[in-house]
């Protein structure tokens, strides 16, 4: 059991790497656009959008690997050290970052604490552009450090994801997907069993535009997806391949296939399905193209023996 737990955890790491690697080359594309050029795109292509090597990740996967080294390395949530992290990534000069992200750590740049940063930004931002996918995209390795307490799971996970989107929407939608990946990997549940047990839990607090797109996972039809930067559509749409598809190859190939924010859809759907199905049901050429591999691996590891999993 504990190797089948060390697996599945690697999965949400791997899973999310992947899902962002197939899908950064073709961010902002149609589907049809998509198909026409790739026709079912089931391997790691170079170049299109970004303009990368095959394999290469995006803001989703290094700012997942920010949260990861800090958990790691402190041994607990320290949002200020995970904030610093952030901002030392910024200033490496990364090809893409979120408007609402890159204006958080700039006022923790600029002198603002960590836990009001964010805050700050949200305040100042109109609806529609407040409440985008950028925290969501990186939160899974909290399911991992605190997945054997899920209050305390909630509420890293919703102040980790303020460090940068304090919008609610945003906060318990990273405690919502890190709900379900903890029950994945800790428990093995089933799939519609980790999503019960999570809208269980956020269903009294969390806004209710959030909790009915979650509830609506297991009747939606794939068409009724959307695949834009909304924190809302974005969890719908990862929840909706990772717990439904068959295998985790297909989870992150048909959420990639939607186009739009198809790096941040994929990487979530691929936390959820590789936290479901481990990391050993990842196509190895994926793995192996992806430069991060190794590190995902060694990061779930000392994530799980924080929670006491190993």
């Known amino acids: 059991m504990e190797d089948l737990t060390a697996d599945r955890a690697m999965g949400a790491l791997l899973g999310l790497a992947c899902g962002?690697?197939?899908?950064?080359?073709?961010?902002?594309?149609?589907?049809?656009?998509?198909?026409?050029?790739?026709?079912?795109l089931d391997e790691l292509v170079g170049h299109g959008t970004h303009n990368q090597p095959a394999g290469t990740v995006t803001d989703d996967t290094d700012m997942m690997l920010c949260i990861a080294r800090s958990l790691a390395e402190t041994g607990d949530f320290d949002g200020a050290d995970i904030a610093e992290r952030f901002l030392g990534w910024y200033e490496?000069?990364?090809?893409?970052?979120?408007?609402?992200t890159a204006q958080s750590i700039r006022a923790f740049r600029d002198g603002t604490a960590w836990d009001e940063a964010g805050r700050q930004v949200w305040e100042a931002s109109a609806e529609g552009s407040n409440a985008g996918n950028g925290?969501?995209?990186?939160?899974?390795?909290?399911?991992?450090?605190?997945?054997?307490?899920?209050?305390?799971?909630?509420?890293?996970?919703?102040?980790?994801?303020?460090?940068?989107?304090?919008?609610?929407?945003?906060?318990?939608?990273?405690?919502?997907?890190?709900?379900?990946?903890?029950?994945?990997?800790?428990?093995?549940?089933?799939?519609?069993?980790?999503?019960?047990?999570?809208?269980?839990?956020?269903?009294?607090?969390?806004?209710?535009?959030?909790?009915?797109?979650?509830?609506?996972?297991?009747t939606l039809d794939a068409g009724d997806l959307q695949n834009t930067g909304y924190v809302v559509t974005t969890v719908q749409a990862g929840l909706y391949h990772g717990l439904?598809?068959?295998?985790?190859?297909?989870a992150i190939v048909d959420a990639v296939a939607m186009g739009g924010d198809a790096d941040t859809i994929g990487a979530v759907a691929g936390a959820v399905a590789g936290a479901r199905f481990g990391a050993s049901a990842l196509p190895d050429d994926w793995v192996e193209t992806v430069a991060v591999a190794a590190e995902c691996r060694d990061l779930a590891e000392a994530l799980l023996a924080l929670s006491g999993d190993e």
């Open 20 to 40: 962002d690697a197939l899908g950064r080359p073709v961010e902002f594309r149609s589907p049809t656009s998509i198909e026409s050029q790739h026709g079912r």
């Open 92 to 100: 490496s000069g990364p090809f893409d970052i979120g408007i609402m």
């Open 135 to 218: 925290s969501v995209m990186r939160c899974v390795p909290h399911a991992l450090a605190f997945g054997d307490d899920p209050a305390r799971l909630v509420a890293v996970s919703r102040e980790s994801s303020a460090i940068t989107h304090a919008d609610p929407r945003c906060t318990w939608g990273c405690a919502l997907l890190n709900l379900v990946v903890a029950a994945l990997v800790r428990d093995g549940a089933e799939p519609e069993a980790a999503l019960d047990a999570a809208l269980d839990r956020v269903r009294a607090d969390a806004p209710a535009e959030l909790v009915e797109a979650a509830e609506a996972v297991p």
């Open 244 to 250: 439904r598809a068959d295998t985790a190859e297909d």
